[in-house]
């Protein structure tokens, strides 16, 4: 609960694009980790997912932030609804591709594809942020 608190103040205070490309960076570095656990009810599984929680509540507020900065004023509110229909689509379509991963390839695979996909996105964040 005080990740979005502290990235909120952060990106109120810094350029957007550099706090939603710092937190895809965790986030990638957050899943991809799921890939070195051994024991899944070891400390280093649960200090995963600590991070990867910590990850979700900055990216979700950066991305948040940089769409407010972005997003002509009077299309704000219809940009934070799609933004969030985005979301939703994204959730429902990487649960069901995990799902087929976790079955077939291996149980970290749907964080593994989380990881890849934040890694694209953060790829698409550094090129926005050199323009």
């Known amino acids: 609960m005080i990740v979005p608190v502290i990235s909120g103040v952060i990106a109120d205070r810094t350029p957007r ?6 937190a ?3 986030a990638t570095v957050a899943y ?3 890939a070195l656990i051994g024991d899944i009810f070891g400390v280093a599984a649960w200090i995963v997912v600590a991070l990867i929680g910590l990850a979700e509540g900055a990216t979700t507020v950066g991305a948040q932030s940089m769409l407010g ?6 299309l704000r509110g219809s940009s934070i609804g799609m933004f969030t229909l985005a979301g939703l689509l994204g959730v429902v379509l990487v649960s069901l591709a995990g799902g087929f991963a976790f079955d077939a390839i291996h149980p970290a695979a749907p964080f593994v594809l989380v990881g890849a996909l934040n890694l694209t996105a953060l790829i698409f ?5 050199r323009k």
């Open 17 to 22: 694009v550099g706090v939603l490309t710092a």
């Open 24 to 26: 895809l960076a965790f």
């Open 32 to 34: 991809l980790a799921t």
């Open 69 to 74: 900065e972005e997003a002509p004023e009077h």
């Open 125 to 129: 964040s550094l090129i926005y942020a």
